[in-house]
Nanobody, 124 residues
Framework: QVQLVESGGGLVQAGGSLRLSCAAS????????MGWFRQAPGKEREFVGGISWSGSKTNYAESVKGRFTISRDNAKNTVYLQMNSLKPEDTAVYYC?????????????????WGQGTQVTVSS
């Protein structure tokens, strides 16, 4: 069992930065592939990016590539989403998710555990 708690969301102006954190509890965190997703009002949940259990591999959606960076600290049971050059279209609730096994994938239903989400609002 893995429990996930996101933090770090808020209101930021376009062009600004935010760093989201996802703290995990559970013995298996260091072996979990982790993903970040987001969901804007009226839209489906979409993949933002993910990181392998070791942190050696990352994968990003085209819409955030070059602006967002995912990292993890297995000693702290935490995964991070650094968001730079934010745009109004990045406004959404951001969720972290854990996958019990397997590589990073962009399908939400392939992830087994989810956090409650944190709101990110980017003003123009």
């Amino acid at each position: 069992q893995v429990q996930l708690v996101e933090s770090g969301g808020g209101l930021v102006q376009a062009g600004g930065s935010l760093r989201l954190s996802c703290a995990a509890s559970g013995r298996t965190f260091s072996s979990n592939t982790m993903g970040w997703f987001r969901q804007a009002p009226g839209k489906e949940r979409e993949f933002v990016g993910g990181i392998s259990w070791s942190g050696s591999k990352t994968n990003y959606a085209e819409s955030v590539k070059g602006r967002f960076t995912i990292s993890r600290d297995n000693a702290k049971n935490t995964v991070y989403l650094q968001m730079n050059s934010l745009k109004p279209e990045d406004t959404a609730v951001y969720y972290c998710a854990a996958r019990s096994w397997g590589m990073v994938v962009n399908k939400a239903n392939e992830y087994d555990y989810w956090g409650q989400g944190t709101q990110v609002t980017v003003s123009s």
